[in-house]
T-cell receptor, first 110, second 117 residues
Framework: GQSLEQPSEVTAVEGAIVQINCTYQTSGFYGLSWYQQHDGGAPTFLSYNGLDGLEETGRFSSFLSRSDSYGYLLLQELQMKDSASYFCAVKWAGANNLFFGTGTRLTVIP | GAVVSQHPSRVICKSGTSVKIECRSLDFQATTMFWYRQFPKKSLMLMATSNEGSKATYEQGVEKDKFLINHASLTLSTLTVTSAHPEDSSFYIC?????????????FGPGTRLLVL
């Protein structure tokens, strides 16, 4: 069925770079989005890949490869405030809503 | 950017009572709004799609008689959890899609944490 798989947890050191992958089985979506969610808060939009390739927004970059059926979010110069959950999301063809991945809990340590 | 508000932010109620949650798009019109539910350390799961002026579309497994949705205007959708039980305790998040935007972007409300005792 349709699913977006992410690693459940990632730990990285402050100042480092971390990559969070999102893999899928079924294609047929319009684009891949990434959202950040702090504990108790709402998801906030980070990045969107409508086409294959790399999109850069400040410290955050996102990549999509439809031929390889995966995308990733790259966070550079990690800060403590980046500790949060990160979700990839797609809108499947024919659907109105966003479908969220399993989520990755990022913990940044000193 | 576009702002979506939810009210209340937190609610505690007794089992058997009904709870209404409001979702408002503050500076844009939204024909379509979405209601998600999120359990601790889990992903967001779509419950239903709220359509202004028509009936909501519910996802499989979501009881429409238990989770009543009303989308009476282009800026307001309400979710009523009827006869709430402890298993309904969760984080409920709404989102709205701005009608005027071409790019597919959903704006999320801050969420409502429901605790049913």
């Amino acid at each position: 069925g349709q699913s977006l798989e992410q690693p459940s947890e990632v730990t990285a050191v402050e100042g480092a770079i971390v990559q969070i992958n999102c893999t899928y089985q079924t294609s047929g979506f319009y684009g891949l989005s990434w959202y950040q969610q702090h504990d108790g808060g709402a998801p906030t939009f980070l990045s969107y890949n409508g086409l294959d390739g790399l999109e850069e927004t400040g410290r955050f970059s996102s990549f999509l490869s439809r031929s390889d059926s995966y995308g990733y979010l790259l966070l550079q110069e990690l800060q403590m405030k980046d500790s949060a959950s990160y979700f990839c999301a797609v809108k499947w063809a024919g659907a109105n809503n966003l479908f969220f991945g399993t989520g990755t809990r990022l913990t940044v340590i000193p | 950017g576009a702002v979506v508000s939810q009210h209340p932010s937190r609610v505690i109620c007794k089992s058997g009572t009904s709870v209404k949650i409001e979702c408002r798009s503050l500076d844009f019109q939204a024909t379509t709004m979405f209601w998600y539910r999120q359990f601790p350390k889990k992903s967001l799961m779509l419950m239903a799609t709220s359509n202004e002026g028509s009936k909501a579309t519910y996802e499989q497994g979501v009881e429409k008689d238990k989770f009543l949705i009303n989308h009476a205007s282009l800026t307001l959708s309400t979710l009523t959890v009827t006869s709430a039980h402890p298993e309904d305790s969760s984080f409920y998040i709404c989102s709205a899609r701005e009608d005027s935007k071409i790019k597919e972007t959903q704006y999320f409300g801050p969420g409502t944490r429901l605790l049913v005792l």
